[in-house]
């Protein structure tokens, strides 16, 4: 019993980066420019009758862009109905879901979800992981997101003897999508010896178990399902979606071996879509760290407990593999661009479900893929989205 | 042709004010026991199947709270989904407004809308509104919210022959509706001398003409409409909505005497929700000044273009005229805790509607009322909600 009531009928990026030379508003039209022009029978920016706007940093104002509203001026919609959804690294995705949302209501038959961060533009010390740093006023200070995730890998290795080889496979391989993807931030190949002797940031976790910070942008363009053949033959369906929180600070955490908010978040899209993890073909999940990919595809159904270490190592969430899992490079190797990076996943899955990404294109079995992002002080909040070219 | 296929069921706030003393999830808390106790059948918390969280500075992370994923946790509902919308001063009217579509997209029965906004917590050269003064890192930089709306004052008074004592009207109007309004942070009569001599901040706008900066929290229970007798036989319908966006920046507007942002966004909802200015009971409007208010009667249809100041002079939108205006005693007297600011004039505008405010109640003729703000460097965005007790 599916959903089905939205289409996604457009969805393009910019190349992510370092873009010192483009504004937040610059960098909006860029995604927006990209998914109007990917839209098969064409599309008039006017249709937009509603757009959400993912950012997490927006309201830093100054540091440009006060959050969503600037956005249709700055893409020649001023006028136009824009929300800004935050919600830490899972905000494009959320949007989505949000957009969605707005579009099943029946107040909208065409909303515009973008999402667009700045992550370079200020220096450490000024910019937004700096004031995550400040922590909780009484319980945690000095963390950052490394150290968020370090006791996990530690467990993890711990219970069940996941090794930093196992990690770094994980890494290996995003880059390895990564050089395949002309939008990634890093396009080349690492080594595991490299990822190994690169510096320790916060145990076991080393520099390129992590990923980088990068500005970007992302769009994609959702219809009312009733009319999504005015705008594709191809069009793309969203099956269901789910959305968990958890109490936010590590002293509050009930396990170490695994994120319960992307399992509780996973359930309810599955439900919703009427699908379960063996129905999905491919995967785009939050891989801030490499242990965090692990997590995911144990969490999400697709690896048993304990064994993602050595299932990623034996390349079964490789493009070519059992579960191909960031096929697009992911965060380690395409970036995380905060605001973008869910909307982002959800372009490379309506690209992959219509197979037409060359290279990195994975297998189509089952005709669903699934994006998801989790976030908020390590793992406050998760969010899943499946898409599907199954028809209603 | 109305819409109603939301019900708000419950509403709450704290006493809005200087809340040094409450944290933000405390204030979250409040409010959301508040509105869960105003239900009339009774309410389980646990009803609860998804929530909005309005929040401006949320992601000032360390300042309490990293937005809205924090919220579930606070108040006991960890697990459930909640996303954070942030639309300027509008934060908690869209919020208001991204719930009602939630609920209508059948995804979701019953959600929990909640607006939560600490102000006062950190000094002025710390605070937001300090980050507000940055400005466009090209175009305007240290401009303050008086100085986005001195100028629509001074023009509407030379157009219009509005005189400071119209103004003034309106401040002595809402501090002492405010007298009326437990809730309010100020709760005395103040008196149009006072206002022409208070310190002047941006000419002609002194202290007196501008809201306080204030802590506060609020929150709606909105569910679908063929659920709504499970929880009150007294049910308030969301009858239509509407947001617009515009230009941002002072130099791009079109016009100094009125905010077209607000005339748009007003024309959508009275569209939606089939009903015009003239069937409006009361409103709740966005007093972020004694200007603003003029604006906003003028702009959403209460009185003619130009005879605002003229018009609150004369006591028509006092509780006893014939549209009565902010009789929660508006962000002026009540105060501005930006998030929680929508939510809490939503609340107003149900509990007017259900006939419970007491002394400051207004004499509900059409059964209809309407709530707005208006934000995003003074006005970039708009957004109107409008409510009604008539049936589907």
Redesign the interface.
């Known amino acids: 019993m599916s959903w089905n009531r939205v289409a996604v009928v457009g969805g393009g990026l910019i190349r992510f980066g370092e873009l010192f030379d483009q504004?937040y508003e610059q960098m909006a039209h860029g995604a927006f420019a990209a998914a109007v022009s990917s839209v098969d029978k064409g599309f008039d920016p006017h249709q937009v009758e509603?757009a959400i706007v993912a950012t997490?940093?927006?309201?830093?104002?100054?540091q440009?862009g006060?959050?969503?509203?600037?956005v249709?001026?700055a893409i020649g919609?001023?006028?136009?109905?824009?929300?800004?959804?935050?919600?830490?690294c899972p905000s494009g995705s959320?949007a989505f879901?949000?957009g969605?949302?707005?579009v099943?209501?029946?107040?909208h038959d065409v909303v515009l979800v973008i999402g667009v961060e700045k992550m370079r533009d200020k220096s450490t010390d000024e910019g937004?992981l700096s004031?995550?740093?400040?922590?909780?006023?009484i319980y945690n200070r000095a963390e950052t997101a490394p150290v968020l995730f370090a006791p996990f890998a530690t467990r993890h290795m711990h219970e069940f003897g996941t090794t930093r080889e196992m990690l770094a496979s994980v890494a290996v391989k995003n880059h390895h999508n990564g050089t395949l993807d002309p939008y990634a931030h890093f396009q080349s190949e690492i080594t595991v010896d490299q990822v190994l002797a690169s510096p320790p940031v916060c145990h076991p976790l080393h520099l390129l178990d992590c990923c980088p910070q990068t500005d970007g942008a992302a769009a994609v363009i959702l219809v009312n399902a009733e009319r999504a053949r005015e705008f594709t033959d191809k069009p793309v369906w969203v099956a269901g979606f789910?959305?968990?929180?958890?109490?936010?600070y590590l002293h509050?955490k009930s396990t170490f071996t695994g994120l319960p908010v992307t399992t509780?978040a996973a359930e309810?899209a599955y439900q919703?879509a009427g699908v379960g993890p063996n129905q999905i073909d491919m995967a785009e999940v939050h891989d801030c760290f490499t242990i965090t990919e692990i997590l995911d595809i144990e969490d999400l159904g697709f690896i048993e407990k304990g064994k993602g270490g050595v299932a990623s190592l034996e390349g079964e969430t490789a493009i070519g593999g059992r579960i191909p899992v960031n096929p697009s490079g992911g965060l380690l190797s395409k970036g995380h661009p905060i605001g973008a990076t869910g909307v982002a996943q959800i372009t490379e899955c309506y690209w992959q479900l219509r197979g037409e990404v060359g290279e990195r294109q994975v297998e189509l079995r089952h005709g669903n893929a699934l994006q998801h992002n989790v976030g908020?002080?390590g793992s406050?909040?998760s969010v899943v989205n499946i898409l599907t070219t199954n028809n209603p």
């Open positions: 504004s509603a997490q940093r927006g309201t830093l104002w100054g440009e006060i959050g969503g509203n600037t249709p001026s919609l001023a006028g136009v109905p824009c929300t800004r959804v935050e919600n830490a959320d879901r949000i969605a949302m707005v099943a209501s029946g107040v937004l004031r995550a740093a400040s922590g909780h006023p789910g959305v968990a929180t958890d109490h936010p509050e509780l309810r919703m908020g002080r406050g909040v």
